[in-house]
């Protein structure tokens, strides 16, 4: 990856963070910050029902200085590819070539992995400023010009046909409520994919959301997360990844569970989550690095007060925890033209 590289004094451990809650622009700005001072290696925002991914990730970019972003995940039946394209390689030069794009099929059925095979090669080709024909045959040609950085494409993935097809086209992969053994598998398909289509499978990103609600006593984490794991585990593409994960029984009496929290069962949290104090949590999540995740992504469920329970998750599975941050990492072109708050100079 381009962003986030290990330099001198960088932690030996890549973490990722998603943030999801709509919480206050400010409080959202501030954990990002956070994240970026704790050596997080890349910011995700998922795009469900609260801020627009890309309008987050370019006001985002004007507050940070190395932490990547990303887009995880835009669904590409949410919008047409061409302003796909626009977006993701605004944030990439607002950015100065942090951006990472994560797509995804969207609405399942027939012809959907066929839709996120030929959307990842049109968005590669348009980003990469190369013509690309539009369903009405006109030709679009993106004159924004991003920056030097590639900007990498990601593939969202739950099914295993969706994983090999990861391997096969895109710069990495994104799981989702996953074990981690379920993690292993993923990335045997994914070097499948790569090595079919005469790729180096090191060059694919295996990314993986891990719910967490770190720092909490379990009465209080317990149904923050349970509730999490209730509400995908009623989405039957979800319900399925929890029955490849040998969760199956559990995620059906989740689904079932409704508002009852009581009844959905402790093991299928357990088993994908993470929870306790910061060195359980922490010992979790390096099983999921030594299952093949080359980049677990902390994903904190809010409880109680929404705002510090996200920022003790963040804190407490942080790469390095001591805030010591010296300033931004940017290059001698950049730092000509932008101040230390990424504003316009003289």
């Given amino acids: 990856m381009h962003h986030g590289a290990m330099g001198e004094g960088r932690p030996d451990v890549r973490t990722g963070l998603a943030l999801r809650d709509p919480i206050p622009w400010h409080d959202l700005v501030l954990t990002t910050e956070t994240a970026e001072q704790t050596d997080y290696e890349l910011l995700m ?16 970019a004007r507050a940070t200085y190395r932490i990547g ?15 796909i394209a626009m977006g993701a390689a605004s944030v990439h030069e607002q950015s100065r070539g942090r951006m990472t794009l994560g797509i995804g099929a969207g609405a399942a059925g027939p012809g959907s992995m066929n839709r996120l095979r030929e959307s990842a090669a049109w968005l590669r080709d348009a980003l990469a400023r190369r013509p690309v024909r539009l369903s009405d045959g006109e030709v679009f040609a993106l004159s ?8 990498p494409i990601w593939i969202a993935a739950l099914g295993e046909k969706t994983m090999r097809l990861a391997g096969e086209v895109a710069d990495g992969v994104l799981l989702n409520w996953c074990t981690p053994e379920r993690v292993s598998r993923a990335k045997e398909l994914v070097r499948e994919g790569a090595e079919a289509s005469g790729r180096d499978p090191a060059d694919v990103t295996i990314g993986v959301y891990v719910r967490a609600c770190v720092g909490q006593e379990d ?20 319900r399925r990844q929890f029955d490849a994960s040998g969760l199956g029984r559990e995620a059906e ?53 929404a705002v510090s329970s996200i920022q003790a ?34």
Avoid: M, N
Wanted: hydrophobic share 45%; aromatic share 6%.
């Fill in 45 to 60: 925002v998922p795009e469900i029902a609260g801020r627009e991914a890309f309008a987050t990730l370019a006001g985002l």
């Fill in 69 to 83: 972003l990303g887009a995880g995940v835009v669904p590409v039946d949410t919008r047409s590819l061409e302003v």
């Fill in 144 to 151: 924004l010009d991003p920056g030097p950085e590639p900007l």
């Fill in 219 to 238: 009465d209080v984490a317990l149904p923050a997360l349970k509730s999490a794991a209730a509400e995908y585990a009623a989405q039957p593409h979800y």
């Fill in 253 to 305: 009496a989740a689904a079932a569970a409704g508002t009852d929290l009581a009844k959905v069962p402790d093991p299928l949290v357990r088993s994908v989550c993470l929870l306790g104090d910061s060195t359980d949590a922490t010992a979790r999540l390096a099983a999921y690095r030594a299952a093949g995740a080359d980049l677990p992504i902390v994903y904190p469920v809010a409880s109680l007060e």
């Fill in 313 to 346: 998750t963040v804190l407490a599975l942080a790469p390095s925890p001591k805030l010591d941050f010296e300033g931004p990492a940017i290059s001698p072109r950049w730092a000509v033209d932008y101040d230390l708050h990424g504003e316009h100079g003289e």
